[in-house]
């Protein structure tokens, strides 16, 4: 199994700041990576796929960069919507055995 | 748009048998993957499984094989969870989510959209 490690476990940034978010695969995935958000109370929304391309709807703030085993989400100046949990996901095998990352809990400082 | 839509809450008892659904619709049901995630309270996201509704094709998670099982009905652009058997450790919100679109990529295994989610409590 390919284990997905985030940090950090928790960040406190101010709203108008950069954050920073990583995520490290246990062995080479490529490009074969997501991230989500999930707000409190609601379900995950995909925001990156292919490790670097943004889903449809997902602001250009969100910016995903990396490939083989290190991941990282970087969101300029962040909005008060944007505090919530954000897990990264990889997808690299077939027959599937996807497996995501513990979460990353963005706060407001 | 293609939407999610999950069956509502459910309290259970321990060894009771229990069905949840998701319903799909925007897309056409029989030609993209569908599966199941796992929200522990408190805690991450475990895939479950992977069901292809073109041909019941179905892929699951070691972890959660023999536990649960997965299913769709095409005729009606359903997918199901289902347990013969709960425990209390199987208190968890559910969520179904699609397999993302491909365009050509090797791998797709992403999940876009994700339904609302159906929390299921087990309780003596």
């Known amino acids: 199994e390919i284990v997905m490690t985030q940090s950090p476990a928790s960040l406190s940034v101010s709203p108008g700041e950069g954050a920073t978010l990583s995520c490290w695969a246990s062995?080479?995935?490529?490009?074969?990576l997501a991230w989500y958000q999930q707000k409190r109370g609601q379900a995950p929304r995909l925001l990156i796929y292919?490790?670097?391309t943004r889903a449809t709807g997902t602001p250009a703030r969100f910016s995903g960069s990396g490939s083989g085993t290190e991941f990282t989400l970087t969101i300029s100046s962040l909005q008060s919507e944007d505090f919530a949990v954000y897990y990264c996901?990889?997808?690299?095998?077939?027959?599937?055995?996807?497996?995501f990352g513990q979460g990353t809990r963005l706060e407001i400082k | 748009e293609v939407q999610l839509v999950q069956s509502g809450a459910e309290v259970k008892k321990p060894g009771e048998s229990l069905k949840i659904s998701c319903t799909a619709s925007?897309?056409?049901?029989?030609?993209?993957?569908i599966g199941w995630v796992r929200q522990m309270p408190g805690k991450g996201l475990e895939w479950m499984g992977l069901?292809?509704?073109?041909?019941?094709?179905?892929r699951y998670n070691p972890s959660f094989k023999g536990q649960v099982t997965i299913s769709a009905d095409k005729s009606i652009s359903t997918m199901y969870l289902q347990w013969s058997s709960l425990k209390a450790s199987d208190t968890a919100m559910y969520y179904c989510?699609?397999?993302?679109?491909?365009?050509?990529?090797?791998?797709?295994?992403?999940?876009?959209?994700w339904g609302q989610g159906t929390l299921v409590t087990v309780s003596s």
């Open positions: 989510a699609r397999r993302g679109v491909c365009g050509g990529r090797d791998r797709c295994e992403w999940f876009d959209p």
């Open positions: 925007g897309y056409i049901f029989t030609t993209y993957w």
């Open positions: 069901i292809y509704p073109g041909d019941s094709d179905t």
């Open positions: 062995q080479r995935i490529s490009s074969n």
């Open positions: 292919g490790a670097s």
């Open positions: 996901q990889q997808y690299n095998n077939w027959p599937p055995s996807i497996t």
